[in-house]
């Protein structure tokens, strides 16, 4: 638990700083938010749903009309009930296009509480409604969750190994007992692998990992992590991201010393010792929770910073081979890494907030590997604005969840967004999509299908359509906008 952790809002300094290698960069919103942001979530008609700090209010920034997220407008949407304002939760959006939050180590204040509240929201009715906890759950708290590829969204208790999956239509819990989870789900994080089953490193049982597989509902060993990744006082570590090549990259907390990382093989199930993190301005940094983002070119950009909660937030990409020091963002030198939350946008570019009213957006450098990129095999050549259809394909998934966070914070895009864009004017519209028929992660050869909602109010004519899946665009085909 984070006993010792609070929450910051401050506002940066709207600043560019000058990159270290290559081209990346890191651009402001041009309409920063009012409001101290904090959690973001990618609806499926490719707006962000983001909450306030600590707070009860949420907002959603759509894109501009060249579907440009640094261009783009906030407005507020509905709030929870006054009296769930979570901080540190997890949250996920589901296969039918509705997000869940569950949890919160705090609740409108600095006292932490391990709510074991949540609620649902509906983008179609733009309402919340609040969801019963498991049955018997106490807490909730800051714990992890993730959505299963067959879309059952799987949720954990902080202060044990109670541990649910959620029935989306029935808005109701199933415990699952007797899963053999070793020690308890605090502060470790949940990464989907590609053949469904779930990996976590452990906390309390460190260097031990352990699978859960969802056929057999039990958790079982994946080994030690050869390198110990988890501070020994409060059992922080940082997130792990799954990498196209299919190895997992696994961050440390740099707690009295060197910050370690290790590498898990889906394909051998084994582990390895990475590279550790650098000093900078003579200070060991790792990750004390924090977050991490796959990025288009597959690289995976981290936020890390000194010990386990200082100040001092530095930023780096895994290319696999080496840890390279990147552009940092304004106001970082104030800042430890639990404050950044990362999300894959459309674009291929990470947008990050700090729990502040600086909102930014990191453009990596290079591109993706075609063959990373979802491919469509069934579109109707002509659709209708205001109509349903089903569109199939392949890698609709993407090949990873995208983003990860040491526990609390989720903000998996492994599912498919349809982009239009009108030839004659080149403006870009978002087709909402829903039942996606998978919610695995690189998903291979396997015909995959979603359906789109075609906007009423987008332009008629002649339009290339895509599917992005975390960042990455397939191969545009023709069709008709009646």
Known sequence: MKFARSYRIALAAVLLMPGMIGAQTWTPLHNQPSFAANTVLLLTDGTVLAQNTNANDWWRLTPDNTGSYVNGTWKQVASLPVNY??????????????????????????????TNQGAIYDPKTNTWKMIT??????????????????GTFMQSNAFNVQQATFNAKTLTWKNLLNTGKVDRFDEEGWTLLPNGKVLTVDAINAPGSELYDPATKKWTSAGSTIALLTDPSSQEMGPMVLRPDGTVFATGCASSGVAHTAIYDTKTGKWKAGPSFPKVNGQFVGVGDGPGALLPNGNVLIMASPGVFDNGAVFFEWNGTKLTKVVNVPGAANEPSFVGTMLVLPTGQILLTQQSNDVEIYTPKGTANPAWAPAITSVPASVTRGS??????TQFNGLSQGAAYGDDTQSATNYPLVRITNKATKHVFFAKTHNHSSMGVATGTATVRTTMDIPTGMET??????????GIASTAVTVTVN
């Open 133 to 150: 906890p498991p049955a018997g759950w106490a807490n909730i708290g800051d714990a992890q969750g993730t959505i299963l590829s067959d």
């Open 461 to 470: 004519g002649a339009s290339s359509l895509v599917v992005v899946a975390n």
């Open 85 to 114: 304002a979570p901080l540190y939760h997890s949250a996920a959006v589901l296969a039918d296009g509705r997000a869940i939050i569950e949890g919160g180590e705090y609740n409108g204040t600095n006292t932490p509480v391990w």
């Open 388 to 393: 349903s259809y089903t569109i199939s394909g």
